[in-house]
């Protein structure tokens, strides 16, 4: 039942139950990536963590096998990016002033062509940097809430700029715990795969996918025992006596549960005491094994 641990796996449990921090190219829209990717790789299924639209680069964490169950771990997931600013006039003595207010929730009304209802609604921007200006363009960094549309951000920025502007190059540096310091391109993949089945060659495998727990990291963790891990697999919740540890408080959060060797069992809502010597501590959410 068991995958074992995360660093022993052998390739092939690796592409069932693995996470790929993407490079996404210019292009292709996230759901098209995917898909190649999923081929690829000879897996039923493949996920991404956070559309992107088709002209834009960058962070595209790509859940593989059954890591697809923990996709909702990415719902709010902080997202980074670097955008171009294209101003449509002189750029104001007062832009950084500006700019910087933009900072803080924002109404948004999400643009025509998008899939989702076009409400009004609030996002949090939790950083705005002003990185570089350059004739009638700036360079913009950007940490925000998921769910925030940077090309309506541009916009109106350059409606209190007074200029008017339109957001030019836009790319994702960072999506939760995933950023550019380590991506993947469909490029990198493509070889790794090739030298594995053709060489029988797994380091550079090993180099682009990773086991699947990493995208679970943020989640606060319940080490459970191979017993409890056998329940689960049934469909059973997780009781006190099952827990060995727990960094997690009761207050309905989502955890993730392992086993003690670190591999990833499920993830569920914590609801009772893991102290306790009864009653169930955890209500399952996505059985991973």
């Given at each position: 039942m068991s995958r074992g641990p995360p660093e022993d796996r052998d390739p092939e449990t690796?592409?069932?139950?693995?996470?790929?921090?993407?490079?996404?190219?210019p292009g292709p829209s996230a759901h098209q990536v995917v898909a190649w990717l999923r081929d690829m790789a000879g897996v039923d299924r493949a996920a991404h963590a956070g559309t992107l639209d088709p002209k834009v680069t960058g962070c595209l964490p790509v859940l593989l096998g059954d890591a697809t169950r923990m996709a909702q771990v990415f719902d709010d997931s902080v997202k980074e990016y670097v955008a171009v600013l294209h101003l449509h006039g002189r750029p104001p003595d007062s832009i950084r002033e500006t700019v910087a207010e933009f900072e803080g929730p924002l109404y948004q009304k999400p643009p025509?062509?998008?899939?989702?209802?076009?409400?009004?609604?609030?996002?949090?921007?939790?950083?705005?940097?002003?990185?570089?200006?350059?004739?009638?363009?700036a360079l913009l960094r950007i940490r925000c809430e998921s769910g925030t549309y940077v090309r309506k951000l541009c916009?109106?920025?350059?409606?209190?700029?007074?200029?008017?502007?339109?957001?030019?190059?836009?790319?994702?540096?960072?999506?939760?715990?995933?950023?550019?310091?380590?991506?993947?391109?469909?490029?990198?993949?493509?070889d790794a795969l090739a030298w594995y089945h053709e060489d029988d060659d797994a380091g550079p495998l090993r180099d682009a996918v990773d086991p699947a727990e990493r995208a679970l990291a943020s989640l606060p963790s319940v080490t459970i025992?191979?017993?409890?891990?056998?329940?689960?697999?049934?469909?059973?919740?997780?009781?006190?006596?099952?827990?060995?540890?727990?960094?997690?408080?009761?207050?309905?959060?989502?955890?993730?549960?392992?086993t003690p060797d670190g591999a990833a069992v499920c993830i569920g809502h914590l609801v009772g005491d893991p102290a306790a010597d009864t009653g169930t501590v955890v209500e399952l959410?996505?059985?991973?094994?």
């Amino acid at each position: 039942m068991s995958r074992g641990p995360p660093e022993d796996r052998d390739p092939e449990t690796l592409l069932r139950f693995g996470v790929v921090n993407l490079d996404k190219p210019p292009g292709p829209s996230a759901h098209q990536v995917v898909a190649w990717l999923r081929d690829m790789a000879g897996v039923d299924r493949a996920a991404h963590a956070g559309t992107l639209d088709p002209k834009v680069t960058g962070c595209l964490p790509v859940l593989l096998g059954d890591a697809t169950r923990m996709a909702q771990v990415f719902d709010d997931s902080v997202k980074e990016y670097v955008a171009v600013l294209h101003l449509h006039g002189r750029p104001p003595d007062s832009i950084r002033e500006t700019v910087a207010e933009f900072e803080g929730p924002l109404y948004q009304k999400p643009p025509k062509k998008s899939a989702v209802s076009r409400r009004l609604r609030v996002r949090e921007i939790h950083d705005l940097d002003l990185l570089e200006i350059e004739d009638r363009r700036a360079l913009l960094r950007i940490r925000c809430e998921s769910g925030t549309y940077v090309r309506k951000l541009c916009h109106d920025i350059g409606l209190a700029l007074g200029t008017g502007a339109h957001m030019g190059h836009l790319r994702r540096t960072a999506t939760g715990r995933f950023d550019d310091t380590d991506l993947v391109s469909m490029h990198d993949l493509t070889d790794a795969l090739a030298w594995y089945h053709e060489d029988d060659d797994a380091g550079p495998l090993r180099d682009a996918v990773d086991p699947a727990e990493r995208a679970l990291a943020s989640l606060p963790s319940v080490t459970i025992a191979p017993s409890a891990a056998a329940e689960v697999a049934d469909g059973a919740p997780i009781y006190a006596p099952g827990v060995i540890e727990c960094d997690a408080t009761p207050a309905e959060q989502l955890v993730a549960c392992y086993t003690p060797d670190g591999a990833a069992v499920c993830i569920g809502h914590l609801v009772g005491d893991p102290a306790a010597d009864t009653g169930t501590v955890v209500e399952l959410e996505r059985v991973l094994v």
